[in-house]
């Protein structure tokens, strides 16, 4: 296995889905057309049998391991340690979440205009471009 076969300079952009007992994620590859460069999911999160699974494209290399995940935020360093392991975390210059709660104000799908009203969330957000 090449662990260094996919850090690379170039900027990437992690999507990120969280759900209630899950986190999946995928990172891309930007400057030109967008390239999946590994995705994967850690689920089961709250259970004994926790899970990160993960497929590497480039390595083309799958792997699955148990983890401690008692709750989401433990699941952040293992992220972390993976993204850096795989591409060095400096190459993500952005990341996404799915949100999926409009509440009775949205109920049509739509982008994020005004970020700033999310401003709280800003704080559990660790991993900052060019770190």
């Known amino acids: ?4 076969a996919m850090k690379s300079n170039k900027a990437s952009v992690l999507a990120i889905n969280g759900g209630s007992s899950s986190i999946k994620f995928v990172l891309y590859q930007t400057g030109g057309p967008l390239e999946r460069r590994l995705y994967g999911k850690i689920d089961r999160i709250g259970l004994s049998d926790a899970r990160l699974s993960f497929t590497d494209v480039l390595a083309n290399q799958s792997d699955e391991r148990m983890i401690d995940a008692p709750n989401h935020v433990a699941c952040v360093p293992l992220l972390v340690e993976l ?49």
């Open 1 to 4: 296995m090449k662990e260094s």
């Open 83 to 131: 993204l850096e392991k795989k591409t060095g975390v400096s190459a993500v210059s952005a990341i996404g979440h799915r949100v999926v709660h409009g509440g009775p104000r949205y109920r049509e799908p739509r982008p994020h205009r005004r970020a700033e009203r999310h401003r709280p969330l800003a704080g559990s957000i660790h991993v900052q471009p060019g770190s």
